[in-house]
């Protein structure tokens, strides 16, 4: 079993920048890959940034250049750097991960970005 937490959504202003975070529980961090998805009203979730067990990241073209994803495996953490956010931007975040057959999904961090 896999739990993940994230934290670090919020309101901010266009422009500006956000941090988020992914906890995971367990010891099988290190050996997943790691995703950030997201979800705004009306649309489906969509894959917005991914890293593989060896640190190797890929992004959707609407935030390359804005966001980075990173990995502490000391921490089990991952981390979304968001800059230059936009309003088109605002959704629920989640992180995600499959582990031994298994998806497992965060509750999600709402990130808000006003114009």
């Known amino acids: 079993q896999v739990q993940l937490v994230e934290s670090g959504g919020g309101l901010v202003q266009a422009g500006g920048s956000l941090r988020l975070s992914c906890t995971a529980s367990g010891s099988a961090f290190s050996l997943s890959a790691m995703n950030w998805y997201r979800q705004a009203p009306g649309n489906q979730r969509e894959l917005v940034a991914a890293i593989t067990r060896g640190g190797r990241a890929n992004y959707a073209d609407c935030v390359k250049g804005r966001f980075t994803i990173s990995r502490d495996n000391a921490k089990s953490t991952v981390y979304l750097q968001m800059n230059s956010l936009k309003p088109e931007d605002t959704a629920v975040y989640y992180c995600?991960?499959?582990?031994?057959?298994?998806?497992?999904w965060g509750q999600g961090t709402q990130v808000n970005v006003s114009s």
């Open positions: 995600n991960t499959a582990f031994l057959g298994s998806v497992y």
